[in-house]
């Protein structure tokens, strides 16, 4: 598969999952009364709207490194931070579930983009493309994304 088609596919799905989320969210008021709920409504939708965001930026700087890797560095930072926040109220709300326990792998991903972002020339010494590092990583996430999203609506 083309480098680009499969960013392109990537971005589309992640924010057609943007948008399904939003329609569980809206049919659940009460999450958006209770803080704990609301912010981990708010990690589900960032997890799938960080990747799309980074999706794209593959898609426009696939023929500069420096538009898709200033992108992923930022995207990379928010997520880690973003993710690192969430991992106690992900363990709180459901102390059981598969990614309650597996939550740390969030942050360690987005640390992996961060990196090969910055150093960019690492993968080609394994024979990948950088962007098709990047890619598996974002698959990586997004599957994460997943997790969190049946997780977290079936155990509140």
Partial sequence: MD???????????CFALVGL???????KPEWHTDEAKRRLAGGVYASFLIPG??????????????????????????GFSFSSKLINLTREANPNGAFSRNSWVVPVLYGFVLFFAIFSG????????????EGLLLCGLILCAHGMAWEFSTAA
């Fill in 122 to 133: 690492v993968p080609q010494f394994v024979g990948l493309h950088p962007l098709q590092l």
């Fill in 21 to 27: 989320w939003w329609s569980v969210v809206k049919d």
């Fill in 53 to 78: 965001v980074m999706s794209l930026a593959a898609q426009i700087g696939v023929e500069s490194s420096l538009i898709w890797r200033g992108v992923f560095v930022i995207a990379a930072g928010a």
């Fill in 3 to 13: 480098i680009s088609t499969f960013y392109a596919v990537t971005s589309a799905t």
